[in-house]
């Protein structure tokens, strides 16, 4: 394959299942579909005889023989291992292309119709292909199972009001066809007028709560400015009280310090006086000692005090 591979690897996709090739066959007119595809486009015409290409709508009778294009094969097998070796797979959490074969791609879109999920290379094939036909496309959703109805593979694409859950036309038309339907897109409306209300409720008791939290916040903010004010007298009063205290220690302290003063000097006073008055006596008591010794008896006489 040549450089240009992705320009003409367009004319190797099945105009019905959208994908490379597989067992390709080509049919009279020349458009070439999968064996499996063709077969069943056509298994749908028995009835009538007739078999037509789905793509320009040529028809054929009797019904054509198919054999596989093995030459046409071998290229798609070509290109198939081209692709192989240049994609690069979806990541983790990303929706995978259906289409895909080998490695998946990530998906940009979902056809509600197809109910298929497409890469951006096979989304454009199946825009070109459907080119006539009104499908519906929404971003890539890893929903899209949730979309189908189990039972029928079909969209759910009705609500039913009296069992409250979506339901596919089918299901619509058979064991709800007794009840109140109506579209998905018309419930939507109608619910959303609900959660507009809900959310009105729901705005007023956010604004009504923040207010409630801003007088909270401005009650906790007074309390604390009351608290600090509080705080800061009771240091003024008590550092008061401290140097009153401080004042009447110091003076009482002066005032024993004085009297201790007074005291003590009148005390030593005393103490000189009978320490003087004390020698004064011992003094006198050697003298008289010693005229008690004396042998001179006019001398003892002549003393006039003792």
Request: a negative charge; proline letters at 3%.
């Amino acid at each position: 394959l040549t450089d240009d591979s992705t320009v003409s690897e367009e004319q190797f996709i099945c105009p019905v299942c959208l994908d490379l090739l597989k067992d390709p066959v080509t049919i009279p007119c020349g458009h070439s579909y999968c064996m499996s595809c063709i077969t069943d486009c056509w298994d749908q015409e028995d009835q009538k005889r007739v078999y037509s290409c789905p793509q320009c709508r040529q028809t054929f009778s009797p019904r054509p023989a198919l054999a596989k294009n093995t030459m046409l094969a071998e290229v798609v097998e070509k290109l198939k291992k081209t692709e192989l070796k240049a994609a690069v797979p979806a990541p983790p959490g990303d929706v995978e292309c259906d289409i895909c074969t080998g490695r998946k791609l990530k998906a940009v879109k979902s056809c509600l119709v197809c109910l298929e999920s497409y890469c951006q290379t096979h989304f454009e094939r199946h825009e070109e292909f459907r080119s006539g036909k009104r499908h519906k496309v929404t971003d890539a959703t890893g929903r899209l199972q949730q979309m189908i109805c189990c039972q029928h593979n079909k969209l759910l694409e009705v609500f039913c009001r009296t069992d409250q859950q979506c339901v596919c036309m089918m299901c619509a038309m058979e064991e709800h066809k007794t009840h109140e339907t109506v579209s998905t897109a018309a419930e939507r409306t109608e619910k959303e007028k609900h959660l507009k209300e809900t959310q009105r409720k729901l705005q007023q008791r956010i604004q009504q709560r923040q207010k409630d939290l801003q007088q909270l916040r401005e009650a906790v903010e007074a309390h604390k400015r009351s608290a600090q004010t509080a705080v800061e007298d009771s240091e003024r009063i008590f550092a008061e009280l401290i140097r009153s205290i401080e004042r009447s220690r110091s003076e009482v302290t002066q005032r024993i310090r004085d009297q201790e003063k007074t005291a003590v000097s009148r005390a030593e006073g005393q103490m000189e006086r009978l320490e003087q008055e004390i020698e004064d006596l011992k003094r006198r008591n050697a003298e008289l000692e010693q005229l008690s010794l004396t042998d001179d008896h006019i001398q003892f006489l002549q003393v006039k005090e003792f």
